[in-house]
């Protein structure tokens, strides 16, 4: 991760007479340092930047999941696809800018990502039959990978930036929040969605039970996974790159492509356990 202080800079004419060298932190125009280039930023940089993400999305997890439950998720999820949206395609201008506007930005990053975690369990609560949660949840949390997969390679906050209005746009298009409201949900499959479940499972409620859900060993458990199983991604995503540029010393294409392969295989390995856990009770 660099730093840009000289993005912006332009370099109007040369003639044949000018040398231009790198020596040290500096490029050199005829023997004289006139202009630094990008400067790494420092590990306490780069920690605080991660920080920054992580802390956001746990503050941020609670109120979502308490706007899903009143609300529902459609618009409340727009509304996080959208800070997101704006925050990704800012962050480039930010950290031009300074740490205190680059660490913000990232702040709004990890605020917008802290919904993805109660829309996949509303998601999965609406949509999923009471035979198909763990292929759900199987599939709607691949999207950490598949992002980093796809995007890795090529640039990823540019990406991000262009293709989230569409996919945000085919979410409110597509997504209600019951089947029954659906227009392309026949009787078929909403018997099929709705079979088995309570009336408290079907409708929304403004309670959640926190007391009983903190206190439920079996809860507890899967928070437990769900943790080692987040670290595990994360720790690989954030760091692998640096690894594979800075210890194997790869190119930037190659870095990018080969710190997507791990996610990428991480994909099958979950939807097949996913699978498994519907299929094994």
Same mark, same amino acid.
């Given at each position: 991760?660099?730093?840009?202080?000289?993005?912006?800079?332009?370099?109007?004419?040369?003639?044949?007479?000018?040398?231009?060298?790198?020596?040290?932190?500096?490029?050199?125009?005829?023997?004289?340092?006139?202009?630094?280039?990008?400067?790494?930023?420092?590990?306490?940089?780069?920690?605080?930047?991660?920080?920054?993400?992580?802390?956001?999305?746990?503050?941020?997890?609670?109120?979502?999941?308490?706007?899903?439950?009143?609300?529902?998720?459609?618009?409340?999820?727009?509304?996080?696809?959208?800070?997101?949206?704006?925050?990704?395609?800012?962050?480039?201008?930010?950290?031009?800018?300074?740490?205190?506007?680059?660490?913000?930005?990232?702040?709004?990053?990890?605020?917008?990502?802290?919904?993805?975690?109660?829309?996949?369990?509303?998601?999965?609560?609406?949509?999923?039959?009471?035979?198909?949660?763990?292929?759900?949840?199987?599939?709607?949390?691949?999207? @950490?990978?598949? +992002?980093?997969? %796809?995007?890795?390679? #090529?640039?990823?906050?540019? &990406?991000?930036?262009? $293709?989230?209005?569409? !996919?945000?746009?085919?979410?409110?298009?597509?997504?209600?929040?019951?089947?029954?409201?659906?227009?392309?949900?026949?009787?078929?499959?909403?018997?099929?969605?709705?079979?088995?479940?309570?009336?408290?499972?079907?409708?929304?409620?403004?309670?959640?039970?926190?007391?009983?859900?903190?206190?439920?060993?079996?809860?507890?458990?899967?928070?437990?996974?769900?943790?080692?199983?987040?670290?595990?991604?994360?720790?690989?995503?954030?760091?692998?790159? @640096?690894?594979? +540029?800075?210890? %194997?010393?790869?190119? #930037?294409?190659?870095?990018? &492509?080969?710190?997507? $392969?791990?996610?990428? !295989?991480?994909?099958?390995?979950?939807?097949?356990?996913?699978?498994?856990?519907?299929?094994?009770?």
């Amino acid at each position: 991760m660099k730093r840009p202080n000289w993005e912006n800079t332009t370099l109007l004419s040369i003639n044949s007479s000018t040398k231009i060298k790198e020596e040290g932190p500096f490029v050199v125009f005829n023997e004289t340092h006139i202009m630094p280039k990008n400067v790494p930023y420092t590990q306490s940089e780069k920690a605080q930047l991660q920080y920054a993400v992580g802390i956001a999305s746990i503050i941020s997890t609670f109120p979502f999941s308490m706007l899903y439950t009143k609300f529902g998720a459609r618009f409340v999820f727009l509304s996080a696809g959208i800070l997101s949206t704006i925050s990704t395609a800012l962050l480039p201008f930010a950290a031009s800018k300074g740490m205190i506007a680059f660490t913000f930005i990232r702040l709004l990053q990890g605020f917008a990502y802290g919904a993805n975690f109660a829309a996949i369990g509303f998601v999965c609560h609406r949509w999923a039959t009471l035979q198909q949660h763990g292929f759900f949840l199987a599939c709607m949390t691949t999207f @950490t990978s598949l +992002s980093v997969t %796809l995007t890795n390679p #090529v640039a990823a906050f540019v &990406i991000h930036a262009l $293709v989230s209005p569409i !996919l945000f746009g085919f979410w409110l298009f597509l997504y209600t929040d019951h089947p029954d409201t659906h227009p392309c949900v026949s009787q078929r499959e909403k018997d099929q969605i709705l079979s088995g479940k309570t009336e408290a499972e079907i409708g929304i409620s403004g309670f959640m039970p926190y007391r009983a859900i903190l206190s439920n060993k079996t809860v507890l458990i899967v928070w437990l996974n769900s943790f080692a199983d987040i670290v595990t991604a994360v720790f690989l995503i954030t760091y692998l790159p @640096t690894y594979v +540029s800075k210890v %194997l010393r790869y190119g #930037v294409r190659e870095t990018g &492509i080969w710190s997507a $392969v791990p996610a990428l !295989l991480h994909i099958p390995v979950k939807i097949g356990s996913g699978w498994l856990a519907d299929n094994m009770r």
